[in-house]
């Protein structure tokens, strides 16, 4: 991804870290929840469909990687061009694993848009090609992407949303939430058809950018000949492909009709059209130019090659004159212009946000449409929701449960200052005292208790984990939409040595039933047990398989040093396999200060947010101080509660099984309890990693004798075990404080 100031910066350069689907849903009005259920399967038909074929592009030399989308069955790869630039080949890893190498076609930096090709033979998956010259804003459509890089415990994260505005040239904005490693990723139409490739990102959520598939099919055989070309702009409208009319615009002259004509360049479209000095141009095809900024949008949506009318006033007569754009490089020579269409701009607006007024209606008719919908399932939920106050400020949502007298909310929120004094408000606008009763520290929730009438507790639902693509609603304290948004990731644990591993790799051609085995690692239970590259696992259990997603659900269930009995055909021989569930290989994910910036772009993060012993994962745009609240699906069960607002592209629910468990345990004495998660510990088991390690994100030093048990931590020879722990958690208290002082400088929350 790149980072858009105008459009393209130099920060963005590094950020490379079925069923028969409708096609009238692209457009289709949401008039009730009903509704929106339809469109909810759409999106998990889509989510489904493309997943295999989007895969994570690593560069072996560079550490660098992104994504890509598979678009023939011999492995032709549509990328961006940032993400192969400087490389000749790339490891093309697959979601569940496997990989493959790729070489490195042709690029067009300009349009940011690259190929690469799969070396060895097979009958790859890939998804068919679209249309993105028809978009419009408020067209739905669906994203993908190896966020923050490739990440074996999960598949690529699905996004869902709309096309927000059209250009400059072949790119257009949507507000699927890109990140680093995104970049190269796939945006699919509600077909399930490729119409683009992730770009960049801007500061806001709405501002995820995409490089159009119209711009490969006009620049194909360059790209497959291996054709490098153009540059990567820092602006959408120095960027050598965007049209041009070839004027200068009149900045002395307060025209009221439209733009006056200072200057036409000679042999430029505008001199071709008959356009003179002192011309007025009031109109592009149907759209009204009344400024400098209106004529750079229109511009903006238009592509070169394209043929316009071109309203121009001249002496009190209005003229229509046709017009033919071509490439600003076919017309200036790029040392010659300083910025954003030096003849064609107006120096007001360096930074033009390219989004039309009739593009920001369709945009917030869209998406008043979603919030009018989804009433029906919030508001009953409006006596279950408080909000949480600390210090007399509003840092966190509650969730009514028990008796309706006890509340969980987000721990870190409220503990900064032990001896605050907590209150919540419900939904009738009453503020109430409230005490901390106990603390669960692995999962970030705290136990509040309230005096006076109850409220009315929340009904977990028993359904099981949410699949990928479901549409999830998060109610505010009035029974409003707070938050609305899918499932990118399946329930999972963030934890990552205390998962179960097989270790097994599955051949992504097979359609099932069942899962064939591509590669078995070694030193694991499953090489252990003698399981084979092809063998087709039948059954886990007593449980048939129909995909490696059950495989992937089933394994969820399991925990390190658990027993499972595989049903395996082999050579038409049907066998019964014992085997010894290890630990998930550790995945280091090295410092990344971009990565760590772009987290934060679009908003605040919350300052606990990984190493949960159990997620779900969305697309949902949410606050810190929302966190704590319950999560609804479109039947209204309460699946969960959001636990942490994670980077720009995910927050973190806890499911609601989860929470059901958690509650059966003893909580932790918020005098004493910690906040964040603690260093993983526990024996090692066959395929795993050394346990020691400091859970993932948290902070170097944060458990005892520093990261993995290392020398250097406070002595604790001659204390007996209560006096350890004390004493762990002052040190751990000190630290708290310390990360939320730190925090508070960074904007984290």
């Known amino acids: 991804m790149m980072k858009r100031h105008a459009f393209l910066t130099a920060v963005a350069a590094v950020l490379v870290a079925g069923s028969t689907i409708n096609p009238t849903w692209a457009r289709e009005p949401v008039k009730s929840l009903a509704d929106l259920k339809p469109l909810e399967k759409q999106v998990m038909q889509v989510a489904a469909k493309v ?15 992104g994504s890509g989308v598979i678009t023939t069955a011999d492995g032709l790869i549509l990328t961006a061009a940032h993400v192969v630039q400087g490389v000749d080949e790339m490891s093309v890893v697959f979601p569940n694993g496997k990989k493959v190498t790729g070489k490195v076609l042709g690029a067009n930096y300009s349009k940011d848009i690259g190929m690469v090709k799969i070396q060895e033979p097979g009958a790859w998956p890939f998804v068919e090609r679209g249309d993105s010259k028809k978009l419009e804003a408020g067209d739905r459509v669906v994203a993908m992407g190896h966020s923050a890089g490739f990440d074996l415990n999960r598949t690529p994260p699905v ?24 970049s190269g990723g796939p945006i699919f139409d509600m077909q399930g058809r490729i119409i683009g490739i992730n770009s960049s990102i801007g500061t806001s959520l709405h501002n995820n950018n995409h ?18 070309w153009g540059e990567l702009s820092m602006n959408p409208f120095a960027n050598p492909e965007s049209p041009v009319l070839g004027i200068e615009m009149d900045r002395d002259t307060a025209s009221r009709h439209g733009v006056g004509v200072k200057a036409v360049t000679a042999k430029s479209p505008a001199a071709s059209a008959g356009v003179r000095i002192g011309d007025e141009v009031v109109a592009i095809d149907t759209l009204p130019v009344t400024s400098g900024r209106e004529l750079q949008l229109a511009l903006a949506k238009r592509q070169a090659g394209e043929k316009i009318k071109l309203g121009v006033l001249r002496d009190r007569t209005k003229l229509e004159l046709d017009v033919t754009l071509i490439k600003r490089e076919t017309l200036y020579d790029r040392r010659a212009y300083r910025g954003p269409m030096e003849a064609d701009r107006d120096d007001e607006e360096r930074d033009v946000p390219l989004i039309l007024p009739a593009e920001r209606e369709a945009v917030a008719k869209a998406t008043g449409e979603y919030v009018e919908a989804l009433k029906g399932d919030t508001a009953p939920l409006a006596d279950s929701v408080v909000w949480v106050y600390s210090m007399s400020k509003q840092v966190s949502y509650g969730t009514v449960i028990g008796d309706g007298h006890q509340i969980l909310t987000k721990w870190s929120q409220i503990a900064a200052d032990r001896n605050a004094l907590v209150q919540i408000m419900d939904h009738s606008g009453a503020k109430r005292l409230a005490h901390v009763t106990g603390v669960y520290e692995d999962e970030d929730l705290a136990v509040l208790a309230i005096d006076g009438t109850a409220l009315t507790p929340v009904k977990w639902s028993a359904a099981g984990a949410p699949e990928i693509g479901r549409f999830l609603v998060a109610p505010t304290r009035e029974g409003k939409v707070g938050g609305f948004g899918v499932v990118s990731v399946a329930e999972r644990s963030l934890r990552e040595s205390s998962q179960a591993y097989l270790g097994v790799g599955s051949d992504i051609s097979f359609p099932g039933p069942g899962v064939k085995v ?26 048939a398989l129909a995909s490696l997603a059950e495989l992937r659900a089933l394994m969820l269930e399991k925990k390190p040093g658990d027993h ?3 049903h395996v055909s082999r050579g038409g021989k049907d066998l019964k ?15 990344n200060p971009r990565l760590r910036q772009m ?5 605040d993060i919350s300052r606990v947010r990984d190493a949960f012993p159990r997620v779900i994962q969305t697309d949902m745009p949410i606050k810190p101080e929302q966190c704590g609240g319950p999560v609804v699906d479109l039947a209204g069960n309460v699946i969960g509660i959001s636990i942490a607002r994670a980077d720009r592209t995910r927050s973190l629910i806890v499911p609601a099984a989860e929470v059901v468990a958690m509650l059966k345990r003893p909580a932790v004495d918020a005098a004493i309890a910690r906040i964040g998660p603690a260093p993983l510990e526990g024996p090692q088991l066959a395929g795993g990693p050394p346990t020691g390690r400091s859970a993932p994100g948290a902070p170097e030093g944060r458990g005892p004798g520093g990261p993995g048990g290392a020398p250097g931590g406070p002595s604790t020879q001659g204390l007996d075990g209560d006096h350890v722990r004390r004493h762990v958690r002052d040190i751990q208290r000190l630290l708290d404080r310390l990360h939320d002082e730190m925090d508070r400088e960074n904007g984290v929350r």
């Open 51 to 65: 997943m295999p074929s989007t895969v994570a592009l690593v560069a072996e030399k560079t550490g660098a990687s």
């Open 159 to 182: 996004r869902f949303g709309q096309v927000v505005s059209k250009g400059p040239g072949n790119f257009f904005t949507t507000d699927c939430t890109l990140i680093g490693g995104d």
């Open 211 to 228: 490089a159009g598939i119209d711009g490969f099919r006009e620049d194909w055989d360059r790209l497959l000949g291996g054709e490098m």
């Open 518 to 543: 591509d590669t078995v690692e070694p030193k694991t239970g499953a090489a252990a047990a003698g399981l084979a590259k092809g063998d087709l696992i039948l059954k886990l259990g007593d449980h």
């Open 564 to 566: 499972v009995d595989l």
């Open 577 to 591: 396999l014992d085997i010894l569930l290890g630990n998930l290989p550790l995945s280091p994910q090295p410092f």
């Open 599 to 603: 987290e934060q772009m679009g908003g």
